[in-house]
T-cell receptor
Framework: DGGITQSPKYLFRKEGQNVTLSCEQN?????MYWYRQDPGQGLRLIYY???????QKGDIAEGYSVSREKKESFPLTVTSAQKNPTAFYLC???????????????FGPGTRLTVL | GDSVTQMEGPVTLSEEAFLTINCTYT??????LFWYVQYPGEGLQLLLK?????DKGSNKGFEATYRKETTSFHLEKGSVQVSDSAVYFCAPGRGNKLTFGGGTRVLVKP
């Protein structure tokens, strides 16, 4: 079955540690996205990538880093510079990297990160 | 940039009641419009979408019409079920970027 997988589902981190969240898709989608969701709030865009080896900052990129070495994979690293990292992180992908109309974004199940 | 306003909730309904969730947006030009649904502990799923003015998106008994004049995309369902309990997000899209509203929590009681 095609889809987006995120791992782990739950992640605990000590303050001052970097942690990497995995996102993999087998939909052959060009574009991939990372969002952060805080309780009772909407989604905020962290980073997105429209093509391999290229990515752009979203609205809240500070304290995060990404890479896009393969089309299928878009890992997110939460660094120690992120002051309030406890949140629910969602990865998404869409078929076309660009176009006049916005394509549907398909979401993974999310990773809940808790900083202890 | 684009922005979205949607009712905060929670909206509590009895089964078989009529549901309306209001969504208005501010955007330059004519974005595509989406409704996503999030069930507890899960990611978001596309519920429906509309790509141009006067288009009606529909799925699973839900409907929403792209109203250019009022910049709105209100979500409606005629008879809700307990399984419709979730958080609903309105989102205009431009290029391949979505701007999400804060979400509306809906609780349907038997």
């Amino acid at each position: 079955d095609g889809g987006i997988t995120q791992s782990p589902k739950y992640l605990f981190r000590k303050e001052g540690q970097n942690v990497t969240l995995s996102c993999e898709q087998n939909l052959n989608h060009d574009a991939m996205y990372w969002y952060r969701q805080d309780p009772g709030q909407g989604l905020r865009l962290i980073y997105y990538s429209q093509i391999v080896n290229d990515f752009q900052k979203g609205d809240i990129a500070e304290g995060y880093s990404v890479s896009r070495e393969k089309k299928e994979s878009f890992p997110l690293t939460v660094t120690s510079a992120q002051k309030n990292p406890t949140a629910f992180y969602l990865c998404a992908s869409t078929y076309a990297a660009s176009g006049a109309a916005t394509d549907t974004q398909y979401f993974g199940p999310g990773t809940r990160l808790t900083v202890l | 940039g684009d922005s979205v306003t949607q009712m905060e909730g929670p909206v509590t309904l009895s089964e078989e009641a009529f549901l309306t969730i209001n969504c208005t947006y501010t955007a330059t030009g004519y974005p595509s419009l989406f409704w996503y649904v999030q069930y507890p502990g899960e990611g978001l799923q596309l519920l429906l979408k509309a790509t141009k003015a006067d288009d009606k998106g529909s799925n699973k008994g839900f409907e929403a019409t792209y109203r250019k004049e009022t910049t709105s995309f209100h979500l409606e369902k005629g008879s809700v079920q307990v399984s419709d309990s979730a958080v609903y997000f309105c989102a205009p899209g431009r290029g391949n970027k979505l701007t999400f509203g804060g979400g509306t929590r809906v609780l349907v009681k038997p």
